[in-house]
């Protein structure tokens, strides 16, 4: 299917467990980003990628990794699960950044629970 | 940095009446900002943006915002709710940060639409 996809959708975890949450987008955006989404703070960014091979720090990349070897492919990894991790999470890819011409395009989450 | 504040978490109007969602920026720079919805379980999708070509600017579903640069606002208005409006909305700024123009957002405004 087109566009941008998550997997899995929903994913209950325990406290210290490795967890690696996948984002496939068929566009061939040079840009993808991963936020968090949580009650009363919007979205925040925690990593981004400008190609493949390159990440960048957000606002909240403590406790995640991320890598990306393939242009569709950005999987983020919370290497030991907290509870602070519980959360929804977006992916979401853009062709140049987010400049003026360029909007973020989003993906149906991954509502993750970390126990 | 850039940001932006939502006034008012949750917003309620009946079907038919004028939608107002409010949101204030803050930037030393003429800001790119954008107006997002959510629906529920879905990922954010693209309302509008504002890229300084047009103060008035008008987007999807009869949704439109005025950029205020004397009052730093960008509020969204609708003439008359639909009850598929009921949803989320954020509202986002774009900047610089490292190798790409990031997405502020703000903590998001739930409008619930009264048959």
């Known amino acids: 299917d087109a566009g941008i996809t998550q997997s899995p959708r929903y994913k209950i975890t325990e406290t210290g467990r490795q967890v690696t949450l996948m984002c496939h987008q068929t566009?061939?955006?040079?840009?993808m980003f991963w936020y968090r989404q949580d009650l009363g703070h919007g979205l925040r960014l925690i990593y981004y990628s400008a190609a493949a091979d390159i990440t960048d720090k957000g606002e909240v990349p403590d406790g995640y990794v991320v890598s990306r070897s393939k242009t569709e492919n950005f999987p983020l990894t919370l290497e030991s699960a907290t509870r602070s991790q519980t959360s929804v999470y977006f992916c979401?890819?853009?062709?140049?950044?987010?400049?003026?011409?360029?909007?973020?395009?989003f993906g149906p989450g991954t509502r993750l629970t970390v126990l | 940095a850039q940001s932006v504040t939502q006034l008012g978490s949750h917003v309620s109007v009946s079907e038919g009446a004028l939608v107002l969602l409010r949101c204030n920026y803050s930037?030393?720079?003429?800001?790119?900002l954008f107006w997002y919805v959510q629906y529920p379980n879905q990922g954010l999708q693209l309302l509008l943006k504002y890229t300084s070509a047009a103060t008035l600017v008008k987007g999807i579903n009869g949704f439109e915002a005025e950029f205020k640069k004397s009052e730093t606002s960008f509020h969204l208005t609708k003439p008359s709710a639909h009850m598929s409006d009921a949803a989320e909305y954020f509202c986002?700024?774009?900047?610089?940060?490292?190798?790409?123009?990031?997405?502020?957002f703000g903590s998001g405004t739930q409008l619930t639409v009264l048959p």
């Open positions: 930037s030393s720079v003429p800001p790119y």
């Open positions: 566009w061939s955006h040079s840009y």
């Open positions: 986002a700024v774009s900047d610089w940060k490292g190798s790409a123009r990031q997405l502020t």
């Open positions: 979401a890819s853009s062709t140049i950044g987010t400049g003026a011409l360029n909007e973020q395009f």
